[in-house]
Nanobody, 122 residues
Framework: EAQLVESGGGLVQPGGSLRLSCAAS????????MGWYRQAPGKEREAVAG????????YYAESVKGRFTISEDNAKNTVTLLMDSLKPEDTAMYYC???????????????WGQGTQVTVSS
């Protein structure tokens, strides 16, 4: 069973940048689809960005395309989300999520981290 540990997040001004990292304690790391969801108060949880470790195939929500970049460090079993040009509407709890397929990940990921808060405000 994969365990996901997030780091990063915090408070940033509009237009700023933040980096989130997710470390996976799973020997089959390379066979997983990993990425990030977010949930803002009063809104449904949404998929933000994902990456299939083995092939590098990526997914981005339309709202973050061109601003967020997902990458992975295979040696460290870590996936990183670099968030640039942040907007107040990016404010949410961000969760690392993993599944053994893209369809599983986009519908209902099997594994979740505990979440890290991102607040974009002046």
């Amino acid at each position: 069973e994969a365990q996901l540990v997030e780091s990063g997040g915090g408070l940033v001004q509009p237009g700023g940048s933040l980096r989130l990292s997710c470390a996976a304690s799973e020997y089959r790391y390379s066979s997983y689809y990993m990425g990030w969801y977010r949930q803002a108060p009063g809104k449904e949880r949404e998929a933000v960005a994902g990456l299939y470790i083995d092939t590098g195939n990526e997914y981005y929500a339309e709202s973050v395309k061109g601003r967020f970049t997902i990458s992975e460090d295979n040696a460290k079993n870590t996936v990183t989300l670099l968030m640039d040009s942040l907007k107040p509407e990016d404010t949410a709890m961000y969760y690392c999520a993993a599944d053994d397929s893209f369809m599983g990940w986009i519908r209902a990921p099997e594994f979740w981290g505990q979440g890290t808060q991102v607040t974009v405000s002046s």
